[in-house]
T-cell receptor, first 115, second 107 residues
Framework: GAVVSQHPSRVICKSGTSVKIECRSL??????MFWYRQFPKQSLMLMAT?????????EQGVEKDKFLINHASLTLSTLTVTSAHPEDSSFYIC???????????FGPGTRLLVL | DAKTTQPPSMDCAEGRAANLPCNHS???????VYWYRQIHSQGPQYIIH???NNETNEMASLIITEDRKSSTLILPHATLRDTAVYYC????????FGTGTRLKVLA
């Protein structure tokens, strides 16, 4: 149980274009979803927290106009990287949870390469 | 979040127990300790969590000291597939990942 999927698993795009990454909870209703970014040889860094039907809460230093997060349903959250640049190339990972519990279940990640 | 510190790397022989320590000396009374692992190029995988008592599941055992300032994750019979980075986290509403311990299981 508690399976989270991400799509696509990897994406290559040109600089200046926008990329959308989907995160889905497959067998539970995710009241809260999280988005992380991981650069090579580094740890995961939390980008934002989103609750279903509410605006996302962004961590300090993360540009909300660049990383658009939508959590319109209890099973789907999307992260859109707008006007992507090479420095946005990274491994993007989502996680999901439900209710008041703190256990997060992670997706497999999306590797973004911006040329 | 309570700051956690872990050794950067450990080796373990296949079939032996892997004991991964974590210090969380600033943890408060209601903060759980969570363990995850991340195999290369994958999302983190939940292993186990606990508050005060020792916990065991099909993957591992978690030993938490009585003062809750440290804990140890035990993989009783490590296999090559257990090679990964292991993270210890003591969250409050959100996860702050440290650098973790890179466990290498040797054949």
């Amino acid at each position: 149980g508690a399976v989270v999927s991400q799509h696509p698993s990897r994406v290559i795009c040109k600089s200046g274009t926008s990329v959308k990454i989907e995160c889905r909870s497959l067998d539970f209703q995710a009241t809260t979803m999280f988005w992380y970014r991981q650069f090579p040889k580094q740890s995961l860094m939390l980008m934002a927290t989103s609750n279903e039907g509410s605006k996302a809460t962004y961590e300090q230093g993360v540009e909300k106009d660049k990383f658009l997060i939508n959590h319109a349903s209890l099973t789907l959250s999307t992260l859109t990287v707008t006007s992507a640049h090479p420095e946005d190339s990274s491994f993007y990972i989502c996680s999901a949870t439900w209710g008041a519990q703190e256990t997060q279940y992670f997706g497999p990640g999306t590797r973004l390469l911006v040329l | 979040d309570a700051k956690t510190t872990q050794p950067p790397s450990m080796d373990c022989a296949e079939g032996r127990a892997a004991n991964l320590p974590c210090n969380h000396s600033t943890i408060s009374g209601n903060e759980y300790v969570y363990w995850y692992r991340q195999i290369h190029s994958q999302g983190p995988q939940y292993i186990i969590h606990g508050l005060k008592n020792n916990e065991t599941n099909e993957m591992a055992s978690l030993i938490i000291t009585e003062d809750r300032k440290s804990s140890t994750l035990i993989l009783p019979h490590a296999t090559l597939r257990d090679t990964a980075v292991y993270y210890c986290i003591a969250p409050v509403y959100k996860y702050i990942f440290g650098t973790g311990t890179r466990l290498k299981v040797l054949a």
